[in-house]
């Protein structure tokens, strides 16, 4: 049964690729302009191959990751390259929303969190910095401070208010 399901799917595969070529062939833009649902397509099928089968998770990440820059790619590709000067953080977040994708999927690995966390942190500061608030990217760093001593003064106090800790 396994069998015919792969053929299947693999069949598909084959029918989506042939018809990307058929279009960049035939089409006024050509293959230049298509080449970006090359990848798209490639992590599509990975995340079907997953919504299919629900038995591996492994697949999800290459998945996420190759349809985002897929995306980013084609933007590029009908709005202009020279946006990649201003989204190239992209390539960053593309890995956190894996890492998040996976846990959402059920591997609850707290270290995918994490990951996708601090990918998402540093992604996004330079998204910011290369966006048209660029110069003002600084305030963000501002106000999470601000909120991290904030919340350190209240535990500290509220901790104070309690008073030593008993053992019972």
Known sequence: MK???DTVAWGVFLVIIGVLFLV???SPYGLEF?????PLAVGVAFILKYLFSRKSVAGLMP???LIIVSLLLLFCNIFGWYHMESLWPVF???PAAGFFVLYLAGNKDRSNIVSGSILTGIGGVFL???????EYWPVLL???GLILMASGWRVRNRAQEEGPASDS
Do not use: K, M
Not at 34 to 38: E, L, M, Y
Not at 128 to 134: C, H, V
């Open 3 to 5: 069998n015919s399901r």
């Open 24 to 26: 960049g062939n035939l």
């Open 34 to 38: 298509v080449w970006p649902f090359f």
């Open 63 to 65: 998945g996420t990751v």
């Open 92 to 94: 960053i977040l593309a």
């Open 128 to 134: 910011l910095a290369y966006s048209r608030f660029g």
């Open 142 to 144: 501002i106000v999470v």
